[in-house]
């Protein structure tokens, strides 16, 4: 069943089955990572015909952002030892990327103003999302014990590094369909 009318009190259920305020920070943390997964399944539409292999990389994304949205829904740390983690290299799989799209761009000359080409502006708002995610993560940090601040360390570099690559993608992808970055020039 869909609906459970649970939540019609302003609460909702935690993977560990705490109930908690669906204004928590913890709920924020891991709803912003959601919504993060939904804007990168319309980045990867838009981007298939253009950056197959970033596709097939934004794939593989968005399963390690379910691992990071499981761990950050759960407040009991004994239920959390027991779910899914990032693999061991994830963060080093994104620098890899960010690398490569980087080796592919001409040095920045100015701060880059988002758009370009449509794939290109959603990228950016993946971006901007990405980097409310960390902010929320890093909120939830703050609130919680030294045990369970390592483990929240791990998915908030993830989405900080995952921030960067977006950033570049965001240029390549400019560059892909053969249009001009778009620099800030103050007046």
């Known amino acids: 069943m869909i609906y459970t009318k649970k939540g019609d009190d302003g609460t909702t259920s935690l993977a560990d ?7 928590s920070q913890r709920v924020e943390a891991y709803g912003t990572v959601d919504e993060l997964g939904a804007h990168i399944a319309l980045l990867i539409e838009m981007s298939r015909p253009l950056m197959p292999e970033q596709v097939r990389f934004l794939q593989r994304v968005q399963n390690e952002l379910f691992v990071v949205q499981s761990r ?3 407040a009991d740390l004994q239920v959390m ?3 899914p983690q990032l693999a061991t290299g994830a963060v080093e799989n994104i620098e890899h990327q960010i690398d490569l799209l980087t080796s592919q761009l001409p040095p920045m000359k100015a701060f880059v103003i988002p758009g370009g080409t449509v794939a290109s502006a959603q990228c950016h708002v993946c971006r901007t ?3 409310r995610a960390e ?3 890093v909120a939830l ?8 601040k390592k483990d929240i360390f791990s998915m908030q570099q993830y989405i900080n590094r995952l921030s960067d690559f ?4 965001a240029r ?3 560059l892909v369909e053969q249009k001009e970055e778009i620099f800030w020039h103050p007046e």
């Open 166 to 169: 977006l950033f570049v993608m």
């Open 72 to 74: 950050l829904a759960t």
């Open 129 to 131: 999302v990405c980097r």
């Open 17 to 23: 089955g705490t109930r908690v305020s669906k204004a």
């Open 141 to 148: 940090s703050a609130s919680c014990d030294e045990e369970q």
């Open 135 to 137: 902010r929320n993560i």
């Open 81 to 83: 030892k027991q779910m």
């Open 172 to 174: 390549r992808l400019v």
